[in-house]
Every structure is written in structure tokens, then in C-alpha cells.
Nanobody
Framework: QVQLVESGGGLVQAGGSLRLSCAAS????????MGWFRQAPGKEREFVAA????????YYADSVKGRFTISRDNAKNTVSLQMYSLKPEATADYYC???????????????WGQGTQVTVSS
């Protein structure tokens, strides 16, 4: 079992920045690929970014490429999502995700966090 707890959400103006963090506990964090997904009101959950177990590979949705950066610290069991140049359409609940293996945009996901809300005002 892996427990994931997100933090760092909040209200930010368009063009601003925000950093989300996810703390993992339980099974060995190092074995898991980690990712971020988001769900806007009235929409389906969508892939945002993912990082391999050793941080050797990162993947991003086209909509965030160049503005979001995912990173992980295996010594601290944390994964972060640095978001720059935020747009109002980024308003959503952001979820940390873990999968033993590789995370793809379509899933599946082994573990989900509870989510943290991000609101970008125009």
C-alpha cells in the first residue's frame, strides 16, 4: 500500500506560479513511477505529467509542456509539480498518482492521493 498526500494548492492569478507537492509513505517509493492528473469541474480527469522511478524520464501533456516541471526526491519520498504561467483553464483538483511501472496518460494507476485544489483567477 502507498499513501499519497498532496499539498500546495491554492488561489493564484493568471500568469502566476504554484508548486504542488506529494508526500508518499508505505511501500518503497523508489519502485513507483509518479504522476499528476487533474480534474476540472464537470470534466473528466486528465493526465498532466509523469516521472519515471529514477527521474530519468519525464512526460507532459501538450497543454502544459514548457510551463510545468515534474520532479521527485526519492530520499524524501516526494514528488513535485512546479507550475509556471498558469492559465484559468488550469483550475482543477490536482491528484498525485503512483504506479508500479510506467504511468501513461490513459492509466492505469495503482494509488491516488486525495487531491489538492488549484484555482487560477483571470
Amino acid at each position: 500500500q502507498v499513501q499519497l498526500v498532496e499539498s500546495g494548492g491554492g488561489l493564484v492569478q493568471a500568469g502566476g506560479s504554484l508548486r504542488l507537492s506529494c508526500a508518499a509513505s508505505g511501500r518503497t517509493f523508489t519502485y513507483y513511477a509518479m504522476g499528476w492528473f487533474r480534474q476540472a469541474p464537470g470534466k473528466e480527469r486528465e493526465f498532466v505529467a509523469a516521472i519515471s522511478w529514477n527521474a530519468g524520464s519525464t512526460y507532459y501533456a501538450d497543454s502544459v509542456k514548457g510551463r510545468f516541471t515534474i520532479s521527485r526526491d526519492n530520499a524524501k519520498n516526494t514528488v513535485s509539480l512546479q507550475m509556471y504561467s498558469l492559465k484559468p483553464e488550469a483550475t482543477a483538483d490536482y491528484y498525485c498518482a503512483a504506479r508500479y511501472g510506467r504511468i501513461t496518460a490513459q492509466g492505469p494507476i495503482d494509488y491516488w492521493g486525495q487531491g489538492t485544489q488549484v484555482t487560477v483567477s483571470s
